[in-house]
């Protein structure tokens, strides 16, 4: 059973310092309710890494995303998220490159302010902009429908998501969906550091994979107000297994 790591090196908010805020954003697995102003243009990168088995063979994964958020409205954002994918099996083939961009929009339309918590849908669609020849994409479009709740409860705060991925030109022995699941509590420290803990689940992509299970624990400080450092470490119930096959075609 190997251990997903995942972390984060630096996400910065704001194309411009005086639009700027990073309180918007408190999550670091779970998708929040917290959008950006209407108005206002933020970006933020993320970065992760994991390990997996393929074969006989271990290897690892890197991937970087830029996250680049509009808002429409105070509860309303568009957001598109290119990324580069590179990885590497031990005593075998290694790619990078482009991997495959986002496109989505979150609209809030309940306020914990008048409800007692935040509920907010989420629209998205991956489109394969990475090589599936080369193990950086999906080769598929996937559009995607979630829920999103969260509420305020003493100095914690519980994000909730749980929505489906439809993957439209499937591979023989791949699922027609993917169905997902992430809670999160935040608990801050500090008026510049928050503890997060998550649990998210997932249905399997492949036909004999099991069903994924992800335990993290992590933390975000905001050093000034236009940016965040985050982080977490996770640990997966289930192997990431690859068939080297399918990673060094050509």
Request: aromatic residues 10%; proline residues 4%; charged residues 20%.
């Amino acid at each position: 059973m190997k251990t997903k790591f995942g972390w984060m090196a630096m996400a910065m908010l704001g194309l411009a310092a005086a639009t700027a805020s990073a309180e918007w954003e408190r999550t670091v697995n779970a998708w929040d309710t917290r959008l950006p102003d209407q108005g206002r243009v933020q970006a933020s990168i993320w970065g992760s890494y994991w390990e997996w088995e393929a074969g006989r063979a271990d290897g690892y994964s890197t991937e970087g995303r830029l996250y680049v958020n509009y808002g429409i409205a105070n509860n309303w954002a568009l957001c598109v998220t290119p990324s580069v994918v590179s990885w590497d099996v031990d005593g075998g083939d290694s790619e990078s490159g482009i991997g495959d961009t986002a496109l989505l929009s979150i609209y809030r339309f309940m306020e914990e302010a008048d409800a007692g918590f935040d509920l907010a849908v989420k629209g998205s669609v991956s489109l394969p902009t990475g090589d599936d020849d080369k193990g950086l994409g999906s080769g598929s479009v996937e559009p995607g429908l979630a829920l999103l709740a969260a509420k305020t409860i003493g100095p914690f705060v519980a994000v909730a998501n749980a929505g489906g991925d439809w993957i439209l030109d499937t591979d023989r022995g791949e699922e027609d969906y993917v169905l997902y699941g992430v809670l999160e509590g935040l608990y801050p420290l500090s008026e510049q550091a928050t503890l997060s803990a998550s649990c998210s689940a997932a249905t399997a992509r492949w036909d004999g994979e099991d069903d994924d299970i992800d335990l993290g624990i992590g933390g975000r400080v905001t050093p000034i107000p236009e940016m965040f450092l985050a982080g977490a470490f996770y640990y997966s119930k289930r192997p990431r297994e690859y068939p080297l096959t399918s990673l060094s075609r050509s």
